[in-house]
T-cell receptor, first 118, second 115 residues
């Protein structure tokens, strides 16, 4: 149980275009989803926290107009990188947390999406 | 603010030998501590957690971790390392400040197990 998927697993796009990444909880309902960014050989940097049906909360220094997050249902959150540039190339990982309950402190991670902007 | 520190960028160990990956934490209140493992180009896999109870926590793949409150440490251990254990390991602590239940990750420690 507690499986999180991401799509696509990797994407290459041209500079100036937008890319959407999906994060789905497959066998549970996720009230909250998190989006992380990871640079090579570095730790995960939390970008934003999204709660179903409300606006995402962005971490300091993350451009909300560039990284659009939508959490329209209890099983799906999307991250759209708008007007992508080569410096946006990175590994993006999402995680999901179940609805409030005894396991609500645990996060389940997706497999990640490798974005390369040319 | 909550934080975790992983003092070693890399740990090298011979297959069959015991391994330890270090983690220290700084939290206000009771710590919720986690270990995750990441294989190349993959997401994070949960290994184990400490919430309360026994200081020695057993997790997946033969790993265990010892919670030490006096030393504010949560070191990851395994009695006998396998080459397949080679990966990137992250320690994390729960952060509930600001009303959100987030994870704060350490910088990661790369474990290399050689035959």
């Amino acid at each position: 149980g507690a499986v999180v998927s991401q799509h696509p697993s990797w994407v290459i796009c041209k500079s100036g275009t937008s890319v959407k990444i999906e994060c789905r909880s497959l066998d549970f309902q996720a009230t909250t989803m998190f989006w992380y960014r990871q640079f090579p050989k570095q730790s995960l940097m939390l970008m934003a926290t999204s709660n179903e049906g409300s606006k995402a909360t962005y971490e300091q220094g993350v451009e909300k107009d560039k990284f659009l997050i939508n959490h329209a249902s209890l099983t799906l959150s999307t991250l759209t990188v708008t007007s992508a540039h080569p410096e946006d190339s990175s590994f993006y990982i999402c995680s999901a947390r179940e609805q409030p309950g005894p396991r609500s402190y645990e996060q389940y991670f997706g497999p990640g999406t490798r974005l390369t902007v040319t | 603010a909550q934080s975790v520190a992983q003092p070693e960028d890399q740990v090298n160990v011979a297959e069959g030998n015991p391994l330890t990956v270090k983690c220290t934490y700084s939290v206000s209140g009771n710590p919720y501590l986690f270990w995750y493992v990441q294989y190349p180009n993959r997401g994070l896999q949960f290994l184990l957690k400490y919430i309360t109870g026994d200081n020695l926590v057993k997790g997946s793949y033969g790993f265990e971790a010892e919670f030490n409150k006096s030393q504010t440490s949560f070191h990851l251990k395994k009695p006998s390392a396998l080459v397949s254990d080679s990966a990137l390991y992250f320690c994390a602590v729960r952060d509930i400040s600001g009303g959100y239940n987030k994870l704060i990750f350490g910088a990661g420690t790369r474990l290399a197990v050689h035959p």
